[in-house]
């Protein structure tokens, strides 16, 4: 925990950061008369959602090609690797706009990100930033990258209303449990929650704005793009929490957000298909996009493997049982989730009609954890998330066909 010693000469109205639920000069009503709505943003989730999609599809035929290129003294081949495992994890942030769209949640310990927020906004702003965390503070559900983001925007947006600077221009970052009864706040279910504050002293939201500030691209900053506070509110409620706002023009303002407590997420793995037959050492492919093919098939080549392609059910149909007829069926098939005219979830469900023991892996764009596990629940025996390295591929392979 860190608090600063000094507090005497915080505006009255933003006192020092204490633990609770009372609010000495906003009222409990006034705290939460502004509380977002659930469809604000859901024009922009769609939209970003594509076209993280096509993005993943293309950081996929690169991440293949680099595969198969030999390694180099400078390591440019792993650098290359690393930029497009970034660039992965800024798709899955435009994936995570929709709400249906999740990225991977884990256990967090909120204090942690607290102290880098708080850390990353060094010298930058003329505030002097203070921050208390509870030390028994319980962990949350949740993707720290995505919780990283959310109180990087409200401090960012805290920091950016301090302009003309206050009299001892002050943030103030609180982070509590409480315990919330039935119907205590609108919206959020009884029981344990962690209480994330931003309180600041700057110029404040005014009243005619203040519900605008929820609306994708909504912005009355000269270089902002009006996504933060909405990105903000979709992960939030993502994770069955709520962002509360209140404000007073040359008062200041205070974002509440509460994320519940929640239990541990399951573990997302491949499965080993429950029979093992002679293995060919071949694959089938099937993607839409036949560079995608092109380059798995290197990247199979690389880890021992042949493979053959298919864009659609039919070819996939004519090429497994060309080979199941003549006894050398394929050890596993790669499937995408999302083809022309059908699904992977098809391809699987005709696959299975025609040979029950057929291993089917799954090539998913999306990064949604409970879409991920459905997906296992349907007979899939392993997920592959695009873009994914050689040697992803290689482990669910080893999974999937015990070797």
């Known amino acids: 925990m860190n608090e600063a010693d000094d507090t005497s000469e915080v505006s009255p109205t933003l006192k020092a950061p ?8 906003l009222s409990q009503d006034e705290i939460y008369q502004t509380l977002l709505k659930l469809d604000k943003n859901h024009s922009v989730a769609p939209i970003a959602s594509n076209l993280a999609k096509e993005l993943n599809d293309l950081l996929t035929r690169i991440m293949g090609t680099l595969a198969s290129l030999p390694k180099t003294k400078d390591n440019a081949v792993e650098q290359a690797e690393a930029a497009v495992s970034e660039a992965r994890e800024i798709t899955k942030r435009l994936q995570s706009l929709n709400a249906s769209e999740a990225a991977s949640k884990r256990e967090v310990r909120v204090g942690p990100i607290v102290e880098n927020v708080i850390a990353n906004l060094g010298s930058s702003s003329v505030a002097k930033c203070e921050y208390a965390v509870d030390p ?4 949350i559900e949740c993707d720290p990258a995505e919780l990283n983001q959310v109180l990087s925007n409200l401090v960012r947006n805290a920091t950016e209303a301090m302009v003309p600077p206050p009299h001892n221009p002050t943030i103030q970052v609180t982070a509590e449990r409480i315990q919330l009864g039935a119907s205590e706040i609108a919206d959020l279910k009884e029981g344990t929650y962690v209480k994330l504050e931003v309180r600041d002293n700057g110029s404040g939201i005014s ?5 605008q500030i929820w609306d994708p691209f909504f912005t009355t900053k000269k270089h902002g793009s009006g996504l933060g506070l909405p990105t903000s509110l979709e992960i939030i409620r993502r994770l069955e929490g709520i962002i509360g706002v209140t404000s007073e023009v040359g008062v200041g303002t205070v974002f509440s957000v509460f994320i519940p407590v929640t239990a541990k997420p399951v573990q997302l793995k491949g499965t080993q298909a429950p029979s093992v037959r002679f293995k060919t050492g ?4 099937v993607d839409k996009d036949p560079e995608i ?5 290197r990247m199979l080549e690389v880890l021992d493997y042949r493979s053959d392609g298919a864009r659609d059910l039919e070819e996939t149909l004519q090429q497994y049982k060309r080979y199941f007829e003549i006894s050398r069926p394929y050890d596993a098939v790669l499937v995408d989730l999302t083809l022309t005219g059908t699904s992977g979830e098809h391809v699987l469900s005709a696959l299975k009609a025609y040979d029950p023991e057929v291993r089917v892996i799954a090539l998913s764009t999306i990064s949604h954890k409970t879409l991920l596990e459905d997906t296992l629940n349907q007979g899939f025996v392993g997920v592959l998330l695009k873009p994914f390295k050689k040697s992803e591929l290689g482990e669910v392979l080893k999974t999937v066909l015990g070797s």
Not at 18 to 23: I, K, R
Not at 293 to 297: E, F, M, S, T
């Open 136 to 139: 028994a503070l319980p962990t």
């Open 293 to 297: 093919r092109h380059v798995l098939a």
């Open 207 to 211: 009243p005619e704005i203040i519900q």
């Open 18 to 25: 204490s633990f609770g639920v009372s609010h000495p000069a």
């Open 282 to 285: 071949r694959l089938l492919i």
